[in-house]
Nanobody, 126 residues
Framework: QVQLVESGGGLVQAGDSLRLSCVAS????????MGWFRQAPGKEREFVAV????????NYADSVKGRFTISRDNAMNTVFLQVNNLKLEDTAVYYC???????????????????WGQGTQVTVSS
């Protein structure tokens, strides 16, 4: 079956950086767009970033532009999220998700994605 497994989260201070990873199995990785979402306590899951099947056309939420970078390595079935200059409001569980490459539903909507990981916690302290 399809599995997405995130790692790399942790407890950091404001201004620090992390590199989140998500390894996929059970699917043809290069056939899927890969996205990152996050969910803070008491809030809805929100879009963070997405990258096309070939690593092109990354898109970001306005709140993370210039600080976060999404990338992928199809040979490793892995998508990354480099998160720099972390802020208190970045505290959340971060999820990766897979969306079929030729599915044209909006990439910002969680319901547009077919598969999800279990999440990795990022906690930013002052």
């Amino acid at each position: 079956q399809v599995q997405l497994v995130e790692s790399g989260g942790g407890l950091v201070q404001a201004g620090d950086s992390l590199r989140l990873s998500c390894v996929a199995s059970g699917l043809t990785f290069s056939h899927y767009k890969m996205g990152w979402f996050r969910q803070a306590p008491g809030k809805e899951r929100e879009f963070v970033a997405v990258v096309n099947w070939n690593g092109g056309s990354p898109n970001y939420a306005d709140s993370v532009k210039g600080r976060f970078t999404i990338s992928r390595d199809n040979a490793m079935n892995t998508v990354f999220l480099q998160v720099n200059n972390l802020k208190l409001e970045d505290t959340a569980v971060y999820y990766c998700a897979a969306k079929y490459a030729f599915d044209y539903r909006a990439y910002t909507r969680p319901t547009s994605y077919d598969y999800w990981g279990q999440g990795t916690q990022v906690t930013v302290s002052s």
